[in-house]
């Protein structure tokens, strides 16, 4: 499915990689070296994407539109790069991770770099609103990532914090993404509000579906519970800890403070979260959200690239990774 979308939009797509390469190079040769390994090991790229269908909903794409989507790629690519180096990640879409290959200190300059690349790219072509929407939108991603610490210290996130720490922290770009595509091709303020409204839906179902992997099966048969071990607070494990009695609720944080130590007590958090309707609430929530994205994205231009916009929700709440 996600290959079709790419091909609907790869000339555009090309366009965005080039200028994305161009705003990457340095006169310092290992910057040039790292930048090149990050290139290389790029994802599936689903915000440029999104930017880039939005904007081709609503007409033919431009200049605004490219820089957009590499604005997008630059900010999102760099958060990812200083979340590896506070998670002590050592791998990244099945490769070294930056900080496993070149440690802190140049994790933590390569993200400042391309955070500042993703917004001097919007000056120095005179987008100003797209730079007041990226801003914007690392403000908010910063904000998420430190109310996601402050209470998972704690353990005491409930759903309205919790739906308040992924608005920030996940949607929010997906719902910039969105806004900017639309914003590149029609200065419509109602349009461009509802394709914000459309990208944070999505967005926030996109958390959610990963709440969910984090308690499926892997390939060797085990959960893979990462997010437990980090003593993440996710949707499942909140909504859990609202149904189960004192003692269970006591029990689950303990054993969540064992973190990775302790392989039965993640085992009794996974089938106590599994017993209580924690995965089936969490699937309902998703796809109400899921839902609500489609029903902004019927009031759209009906073309090939909204119809491709539903085939990105679909992928977002039924993908395996």
Avoid at 177 to 201: F, Q
Wanted: charged letters at 25%.
């Amino acid at each position: 499915m996600l290959d079709r979308i790419q091909s609907l939009v790869k000339p555009e797509l090309d366009q965005l990689n080039a200028l994305l390469k161009a705003e990457l190079r340095s006169k310092i040769p290992l910057l040039n070296i790292i930048t090149d390994y990050v290139l290389k090991t790029k994802g599936k790229q689903i915000r440029p994407i999104l930017v880039l269908l939005t904007a081709k909903i609503f007409g033919e794409t431009n200049r605004s539109t490219i820089i957009a989507g590499t604005m997008i790629e630059l900010l999102h690519t760099a958060t990812l790069v200083h979340d590896d180096v506070v998670d002590e990640a050592e791998t990244r879409r099945g490769f070294a991770s930056i900080f496993a290959k070149w440690k802190t200190k140049t994790a933590v300059l390569l993200g400042d770099f391309m955070l500042s690349r993703g917004l001097l790219v919007s000056i120095e072509n005179n987008e100003i609103e797209l730079l007041r929407m990226m801003s914007e939108s690392v403000k908010e991603m910063s904000e998420g990532e430190l109310l996601q610490l402050e209470k998972s210290k704690r353990l005491n996130i409930d759903e309205k914090k919790y739906f308040e720490i992924i608005s920030k922290k996940t949607a929010t770009l997906i719902k910039t993404s969105c806004k900017a595509g639309c914003y590149s091709v029609t200065k419509e303020s109602p349009m461009v509000d509802l394709a914000a409204e459309m990208g944070y839906h999505i967005g926030m179902a996109f958390q959610i579906k990963d709440d969910l992997l984090d308690l499926s099966i892997d390939d060797i048969g085990k959960p893979r519970t990462n997010d437990i071990r980090e003593s993440k607070m996710t949707l499942p494990l909140i909504y859990t800890l609202g149904k189960v009695s004192t003692y269970e609720r006591i029990k689950i944080k303990g054993n969540m403070r064992l973190r990775s130590t302790n392989n039965k007590a993640i085992q009794y958090i996974v089938d106590t979260i599994h017993r209580n309707g924690g995965i089936e609430y969490s699937l309902q929530t998703m796809n109400e959200h899921a839902e609500a994205a489609r029903n902004i994205l019927a009031k759209f231009p009906q073309n090939q690239y909204n119809q491709a916009m539903r085939d990105i929700i679909d992928f977002t709440i039924n993908r395996k990774y």
